[in-house]
C-alpha cells in the first residue's frame, strides 16, 4: 500500500549506518523501492549514502543510481572505487549518463567518458553533441526500431529478439530503406493485429515528432497534450535517431516548474534536493536578484526624497506607504504569474499582448476599485476622509498600472527572447513600488494642493 | 515537424467561421491534430467553436472534446442537440465522464446521468462514489484483467480479444481467485516470455499500488517517481478496481503545479484557458486575498502611526521604508516558495521544521548581511551615514526574520492540516511588512536616540 505517512526511514537509515549494523542496513534496503532508497540517499550526506549504496546489489544499484539527482549521482561517483565507478557508467542509459556527464565537473566528465567501452563512447558523445537542454540529451538512442514492410509476426519477433526494456517498446518507430521516420506502432497494436498484416498497414504516419535539437521542454509538454507515452526523435533530414520516453517527460515537467516556481521568486533554481542544499548555495541562488533588486529599490527612495516637502508638511501621507506599495505588488504579482503560467503552458502566445494587456488593465482596475473601498474605509476610521480619499484614488490607479505592467513584462521579455519566468514577483513589485509612489503623491499633491 | 513558431490558427479559424465558409473548415480539421483542435477551440468564443465541432466525424469529435478543459466541455454540450449530446456522453472514457459530470452544474449532470445506457451509468455512479481529487476518480476502470494462473499464450489472447486501447493495455493487472491484485505485468514481458510460461512466474508482486480513496496528486508523484506506464488502484480489500495511466498522471502533475503557482501569488486557480476567461472571473479568483491582505496591511499604518513621532523627528527615515518592506518581503517570498515546492515535491516533510528553520535563518543572515552593505552604501550616497547604519541594521535583522517566517509558516500550514501553498508570497510579505517596520523603527530609536 502507498505509504503516504510522514516515516522517518531518513533517519533509521542514518541510525543504523552509524551503528554499522550491515544486516540492519541490507534488511532496509530489501523493505524498499528503488526510488524509495534514491529519495532516502539524498537526504542524507555522501558518506552516509555511500555505505548503503555499496551493499547494493549490480542490478538495484544501477536502478537507485539512476533515480538521484545530478548532484548526489557526482557524490556517489566521487566515493566509488575505479571498478565499481566505470561499471556503474558503463551499464546506465545512454540519455541518462550523457546528462551526467555533460552536467559533471570536468575531471569526473574526461575519467568517466575514458572509461566506457567504445561502442558506449561513440553513443555517449553523440549525445554530447546536442545542446544542453534539447531533444537529443534526454532522448532513448536504443531502440527496436522497424521496418516498413516487415509483417507484423516478424516485426513482434525483432521485439522478442531484442528483448528491450520495457520502458522503450512501447511504442516502436517505423522507418522506410534511409531510416528515415514513417511513422510509429504501438506494441499493443502489432499484438492485436494478424500476424500476416504488414506493418506498413497500421503504421500511425501522422504520429507527431520532433526534431533532435529542439527544446526538450516544449517537446514534453507536446508529449502531454497529444497523450504520447513516446516520441519519435529525427535529425534534420527526418530520419529516426530515438524516442523521448514519458518518464523523461514528466521529469522534464516537473523539473521546468521547479524552475518557473523558484524564479517567480526571484532566486535561480538549485539543482538536487532542498535538505541536501547546504547554506551558502541557498543563498547564492537568491543573491542575485535580490542584490539588483535593492539597487533598484533605490529608485523608490529617490521618489520619497522627491516629495520630502510634501511628506514634512502632511507626515500622515507617509503612515500608508507600506499598504500602498504592498498593494500594488500584490496586484502585479498576481498578473505576472498568471501570464508567466499560460505562456510555459501555451495557453498565452506573443500576439496575445494587446488582447492580454487590455484584459489585465480592466481586471486591475475592478480590483483597484474593490480595494479603493476598503482603503477608504480604514483610512477614515484612521486618519480622517481628506488623506482617506488620497489613498483610495491611488489605489485605483495604483492597481490598474501594476496589472499592466505586470501582464506584459513577461510577453515583452519572450519577445526580447528572454525566458518570461525571470519577470519574478519581486521585479514587478519593485518597479511597482517605485511608480506607484509617484502616482500615490501626485494624487496627493492634486487633491490635497500641498 | 514539431511546430514550435507562433501561428496564427486561432484567428484563421474564427474567420473561417464568420465567413461560413464549410470546405475550409473541413480542410483546417483535417489539417490539425485533435489536440491542436482542442487547443484553437479553447481559444475562440462558445458559439465559433460549436461550428467546427458538429463537423467533426464521430471518432475526432469524442478525441477532440476529451481534451478539452472541463469548463469548455460544458459550453461545447450546452450547444449540442440532445442525440448528440447524449452520444457524445456514452462514448467517452468512464473517468473522463465521471469528472466532467462531477463538475458540470446539477442540470447539465442531470440531464446526463439520465441519457446514459444502464451499464454505463453503473460505471460513472461508482466512480462518482469516490471523493473528489481522489485516485478513483481518476482510475481507468475498463481495462484487461488477467488470472494469475493463465499462461502467457493464453494471456496474449485475452489481450487480443479485450482489443482495449492502448492506453491501457501497456501495463497488466493480475489478480487472484478473489479479484485481489497480485501484481502487474507489462505487455511487453508477455510478448518476450514463451507462451507456455506462466502469468503468476512474471508478474511483478512489488509494484507499488494505490487505494482509490487517496489523494490522486500523492498518487500521480509516487508514478513519477517509480517511472510507471499506469499504477494499479485497489479497494480496501486489496481487489482490483481500475489503473491509474500516465497521461492522467501528467494531467494531475500539471494541474496540481498549475494551482501551486496560482496560490503562490495569492490568486485561487482559474479553471480553463487563460485567454477564454473573463475579466470578471480572473478579478473574483485574485480579489480573496487582496481584501484580506489590504486589510492586514492596517497592521503596517498601525505601527507607522505608533512611530508617528520618530517620523516627525527624523523625515529622512521615511525614505526608507519601501526599500526595507520590499526587501523583506522578497526573502520572506523566496523561502515561502521554496519551501512550498519542496514540500509539494516531497523533498521536506513536517518533521524536518526545526531543521528548515535554523537553515533558512543562515540564509536569511547571509542575505542579510550582503544586503545591508548595499544598504549602508546607498543610504550614506543619499542621507548620509547616521540614518544608513539604522537602514543596514534593520536589513540584517529584516532578512534573517523574513527567511525564518517564509519557511516556516507552510510547514505551519501544513501541521494543521492547510494546503502550504495558501502560504503565498503576497501573505508573506504582508506580514514581514508589519514586523518589518517594528524592527526598523525599533531599531531606529535604539541608534539614534530619538
Not at 139 to 168: F, Q, S
Not at 238 to 262: C, K, M, Q, Y
Request: net charge negative; glycine share 6%; proline share 4%.
Amino acid at each position: 500500500m502507498l505509504s503516504m505517512a510522514e516515516d522517518d526511514s531518513g533517519a533509521e537509515l542514518t541510525e543504523l549506518v552509524e551503528a554499522n549494523d550491515l544486516t540492519g542496513i541490507r534488511l532496509w534496503l530489501a523493505e524498499h523501492q528503488p526510488y524509495e532508497i534514491a529519495d532516502e540517499l539524498e537526504r542524507v550526506s555522501s558518506h552516509i549514502a555511500l555505505v548503503p549504496f555499496r551493499l547494493l546489489d549490480k542490478d538495484r544499484e544501477l536502478e537507485v543510481f539512476e533515480e538521484l539527482d545530478p548532484v548526489h549521482q557526482q557524490e556517489i561517483l566521487l566515493g566509488l572505487r575505479a571498478t565499481a565507478f566505470h561499471e556503474l557508467l558503463e551499464s546506465m542509459d545512454p540519455d541518462d549518463r550523457a546528462r551526467l556527464i555533460g552536467e559533471a565537473p570536468a575531471k569526473i566528465a574526461t575519467r568517466a567518458l575514458a572509461g566506457l567501452s567504445p561502442a558506449q563512447r561513440k553513443m555517449t558523445a553523440a549525445l554530447l553533441g546536442y545542446p544542453e537542454g534539447s531533444v537529443g540529451r534526454y532522448m532513448t538512442p536504443e531502440t527496436v526500431i522497424l521496418h516498413r514492410d516487415l509483417t507484423v509476426g516478424r516485426a513482434l519477433e525483432v521485439v522478442r529478439a531484442k528483448g528491450a526494456d520495457a520502458e522503450t517498446v512501447y511504442t516502436l518507430p517505423v522507418v522506410d530503406d534511409g531510416r528515415r521516420l514513417a511513422g510509429t506502432v504501438q506494441l499493443s497494436d502489432l499484438v492485436i493485429s494478424d500476424d500476416d498484416s504488414l506493418v506498413k498497414d497500421i503504421v500511425d504516419v501522422l504520429v507527431p515528432r520532433v526534431s533532435a535539437t529542439e527544446p526538450a521542454e516544449e517537446a514534453a509538454r507536446l508529449m502531454q497534450q497529444a497523450n504520447m507515452v513516446a516520441m519519435p526523435v529525427v535529425d534534420s533530414e527526418e530520419r529516426f535517431v530515438g524516442l523521448l520516453t514519458f518518464d523523461d517527460a514528466l521529469e522534464l515537467i516537473e523539473a521546468a516548474d521547479s524552475e518557473d516556481i523558484a524564479r517567480q521568486s526571484g532566486a535561480s533554481p538549485v539543482a538536487g534536493h532542498y535538505v541536501a542544499a547546504g547554506v551558502v548555495r541557498l543563498a547564492r541562488a537568491r543573491s542575485v536578484w535580490l542584490l539588483l533588486l535593492i539597487v533598484a529599490a533605490t529608485l523608490t527612495v529617490n521618489v520619497m526624497q522627491g516629495f520630502e516637502a510634501t511628506l514634512e508638511q502632511v507626515t500622515a501621507l507617509a503612515l500608508f506607504v507600506p499598504m500602498l506599495t504592498g498593494t500594488g505588488g500584490n496586484v502585479g504579482s498576481q498578473s505576472a504569474t498568471a501570464i508567466v503560467r499560460a505562456l510555459a503552458v501555451g495557453e498565452v502566445r506573443l500576439r496575445d499582448l494587446p488582447k492580454v494587456a487590455w484584459k489585465e488593465s480592466r481586471v486591475g482596475l475592478l480590483l483597484g476599485l474593490m480595494l479603493a473601498a476598503i482603503a477608504m474605509l480604514i483610512g477614515t476610521a484612521l486618519v480622517g476622509a481628506h488623506i482617506a480619499v488620497v489613498v483610495a484614488a491611488s489605489v485605483i490607479a495604483i492597481c490598474t498600472w501594476a496589472a499592466i505592467i505586470g501582464s506584459t513584462m513577461p510577453l515583452l521579455a519572450r519577445r526580447v527572447g528572454v525566458d518570461p519566468a525571470v519577470v519574478s514577483a519581486p521585479l514587478v513589485s519593485t518597479l511597482v513600488d517605485a511608480t506607484g509612489l509617484l502616482i500615490y503623491f501626485t494624487v496627493a499633491r492634486l487633491i490635497l494642493g500641498v
